[in-house]
């Protein structure tokens, strides 16, 4: 199985750029740019990654995010993510960044999509990693500057795949950005959103119907709820599931008990993702890896679960069929 999971072509569709910052590179980039932070070495600062829910999380992801500041920076980045995804042969990623993280700082919009898009070129010429980049809105913020973030984003839209909504759940449910979702959708944007996280099941249905979103980000707890399975399967919506990350933040009990062995039984189509690696401990092939042990999936199900990521992506239907293909071929 470990062959398996290593051999299997797989797309990422599931990825905060900022959360695959180790802290290492967080490290050398804040001597970089002569920046302090409160941590004395690599291991004190992996010490704190230890969190009861998506807010504590929250709170030193957005901390660490702060010592980037130039198109160098976010290069690095960028790169970094893609030869790991390259050790794990994923093909294809569809990552989130976060530019309100960046701009409230004042690093400039502009600084933030060149450095990441010159990484995912480089990416795609080392590796052959095909992307999509997807930018992604913080939901504790206000509809109004998710606007003025669209607006900086006019000059970059042919650049870009989709939108995307993350950040605390709780009390910031999808209905709150209708106006902005609509303008994006106005525009050609493909419309994600993370819902059912730590959310109620009412978030998931909003995201779905008063959104209509093309993507739900984890969806856990629609689980709680026959209907919304039910209009999930029917509308052949993908949910990106990411069961590190689940665990870490304490949205399941432990990896035996992550939704995803459910979700394909019930016919959803399910994926498999990292969202934050380095602050959850694991890239995406120790998330497939987690899933297999923990849930005692079969190779069939693992194979499943690779297809159906490129199915959910927003590639061309020729390249989802060369990757799926691929996968069929695999013993
Ligand atoms: N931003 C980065 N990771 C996130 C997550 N898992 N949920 C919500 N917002 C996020
Ligand atoms: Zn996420």
């Not at 969190?51 to 198109?71: A, K, P, R």
């Not at 992307?131 to 998710?146: K, T, V, Y």
């Not at 910031?172 to 525009?187: D, G, N, Q």
Request: glycine share 8%; hydrophobic share 40%; proline share 4%.
């Amino acid at each position: 199985m470990d062959d398996l999971i290593r051999d299997l072509p797989k797309a990422e569709l599931h990825l905060h750029i900022e959360g695959s910052l180790e802290p290492e590179l967080l490290f050398s980039i804040a001597a970089r740019n002569k920046i302090d932070i409160p941590y004395a070495s690599v291991e004190e600062l992996r010490q704190a990654y230890r969190f009861s829910n998506l807010q504590e999380f929250l709170d030193i992801y957005y901390q660490g995010m702060n010592v980037l500041q130039t198109e160098e920076d976010y290069f690095d980045l960028t790169a970094a993510y893609l030869a790991r995804c390259a050790a794990d042969n994923v093909r294809h990623v569809e990552i989130f960044f976060d530019p309100q993280g960046h701009t409230e700082r004042e690093v400039s919009f502009d600084t933030v999509i060149k450095g990441i898009i010159a990484g995912l070129e480089d990416g795609e010429k080392r590796h052959g990693i095909t992307w999509c980049l997807i930018m992604s809105f913080l939901r504790h913020l206000s509809e109004e500057d998710g606007f003025a973030t669209l607006k900086q984003a006019e000059p970059w839209l042919d650049r870009l795949t989709g939108v995307g909504l993350d950040s605390s759940e709780t009390g910031h449910p999808p209905a709150k950005f209708a106006k902005l979702f609509a303008a994006c959708r106005e525009k050609g944007l493909k419309l994600c959103m993370h819902a059912g996280e730590e959310g109620p099941p009412e978030y998931v249905h909003q995201a779905i119907f008063d959104i209509a979103v093309d993507r739900i980000d984890h969806g856990n707890r629609a689980m709680e709820d026959p209907e919304l399975i039910a209009a999930i399967v029917e509308k052949g919506l993908t949910l990106t599931v990411c069961p590190l990350s689940n665990t870490a933040l304490k949205v399941i009990d432990g990896i035996e008990s992550s939704p995803v062995a459910e979700m394909l039984g019930a016919g959803i189509s399910a994926t498999i993702n990292s969202d934050d690696p380095a602050y959850f401990g694991g890239y995406i092939g120790a998330n497939y890896q987690a899933v297999a042990d923990g849930l005692k999936l079969d190779r069939a199900a693992m194979k499943q679960l690779a297809i159906n990521s490129f199915a959910g992506s927003f590639l061309s239907e020729d390249a989802k069929a060369d990757h799926i293909k691929a996968i069929n071929d695999l013993p």
